[in-house]
């Protein structure tokens, strides 16, 4: 299937966040109280002449989605970037096209798309400065065998999370590095 189908397939961004199960009141939350620097409007103008389309490959209960995708939404809103969301999980067909490092179905996925449905760009799944936040979480778990380890992992998601939803400067990064990919 081409990708000009796969955008067609997915929903709008208003029925992915109506059927979100787990994150929806944070993505919400961020979505809100995202702003869009005014002076970055002219950048946006621009990259409306290009007539980009984005499919976003993602799941409700990922939290690199909750923080990507309402600042991705915020840029694509300025930027009139129609965007379609798919859930990776119906749609492995896809999602294998684009895994991360060549093995990891890592969300969420950007696709970007000319009004052709070639595939100009992707995106995803984080920012470089929130990547290496995650390494330095998971690096202070204990070993996957130790008694604690569950435990430990489940107060670290709980952690990233919060830190997603508070952390403004995580904002930032996210915004500084679509805005640089979409420009």
Known sequence: MNLENWFNRGMTAQTYVDHMQTHQKD??????????????HP????????????????????????????????????????????????????????????????????IFIDTKGNEVGTWGPRAPEIQ??????LANLPDQNADDFNEKRKEMLTFITKAYRDNRDFWSCVYKDLKEKIS
């Open 132 to 137: 290496a936040f995650i390494d330095d979480s």
């Open 43 to 110: 950048i946006f103008e621009k990259v409306q002449n290009k007539k980009l389309r984005a499919i976003v490959l993602t799941e409700d209960w990922c939290g690199d989605a909750m923080l990507n995708l309402p600042i991705f939404l915020k840029i694509a809103e300025h930027a009139h970037i129609p965007v379609h969301f798919l859930l990776r999980d119906e749609n492995l067909e896809l999602m294998d096209q684009y895994l991360t490092n060549g093995r990891s179905r890592s969300i969420p996925k950007i």
């Open 27 to 40: 993505f919400i939350y961020i979505y809100e109280n995202f702003p869009v620097p005014v002076e970055d």
